[in-house]
């Protein structure tokens, strides 16, 4: 079972970029990686998925080594608003019994003015 | 708005007591997933739910059990219950069964409190 590592704070300023590394030695062939954030009180919301390389959206890139074995949450240039909890998810791709969805304890980033 | 219900919104009991906690996925969602997040463990795994069938059991306690109803909503029981459950649960839905490359959409969550 791929279990992650992630650091369990970071601090930044507003129109920094931020970038959040998450581990996962034991990460299986068929693995995808997914990036949530959570407010206090809320449900986790996603933000990213990807298997291999760089994947980008309107919120966020994601950086994936050839080996896979770690994976790096970017957000480009943060805001008060991005002050939240972020959560590294890898998990099985495929369909089938017993899979488990392994949450890392999540990095709780700070956004100072 | 994620389009998941979960109620009730808060919920205070006591120890030895059991209760039911319901969730109801967005439309077209097959899957249900439960979650336990207590300040000191993160957010938790229990189980998930695939169109009525078990498909994924994480650290969930034998004193806990769910189930999915053909309408596709879910209940999480809770029996026996110890201070050490008092946290906030969490229900997510996704359209499919890879819970992992599904995006899966949680509701606002049940804060249990067990006094």
């Known amino acids: 079972l791929a279990k992650t590592t992630q650091p369990i704070s970071m601090d930044s300023y507003e129109g920094q970029e931020v970038n959040i590394t998450c581990s996962h030695n034991?990460?299986?062939?068929?693995?995808?990686i997914t990036w949530y954030q959570q407010f206090p009180s809320q449900g986790p919301r996603f933000i990213i998925q990807?298997?291999?390389?760089?994947v980008t959206n309107e919120v966020a890139s994601l950086f994936i080594p050839a080996d896979r074995k770690s994976s790096t949450l970017s957000l480009p240039r943060v805001s008060l608003s991005d002050t939240a909890v972020y959560y590294c998810?890898?998990?099985?791709?495929?369909?089938?019994?017993?899979?488990?969805?392994?949450w890392g304890l999540g990095t709780s980033l700070g956004v100072n003015p | 708005d994620s389009g998941v219900t979960q109620t009730p919104k808060h919920l205070i009991t006591a120890t030895g007591q059991r209760v039911t906690l319901r969730c109801s996925p967005r439309?077209?969602?097959?899957?249900v997933y439960w979650y336990q997040q207590s300040l000191d463990q993160g957010l938790q795994f229990l189980i998930q739910?695939?169109?009525?069938?078990?498909?994924a059991k994480g650290n969930i306690l034998e004193r806990f059990s769910a189930q999915q109803f053909p309408d596709l909503h879910s209940e999480l029981n809770l029996s026996s219950l110890e201070l050490g459950d008092s946290a906030l649960y969490f229900c997510?839905?996704?359209?499919?069964?890879?819970?992992?490359?599904?995006?899966?959409?949680f509701g606002p969550g049940t804060r249990l409190t067990v006094l």
């Open positions: 997510a839905s996704s359209v499919g069964l890879a819970g992992s490359t599904d995006t899966q959409y």
């Open positions: 439309s077209g969602d097959l899957s």
């Open positions: 739910y695939y169109n009525g069938e078990e498909r």
């Open positions: 034991n990460i299986a062939t068929n693995d995808y």
């Open positions: 990807g298997y291999k390389t760089k």
């Open positions: 998810l890898v998990g099985a791709g495929n369909a089938g019994n017993n899979r488990k969805l392994i």
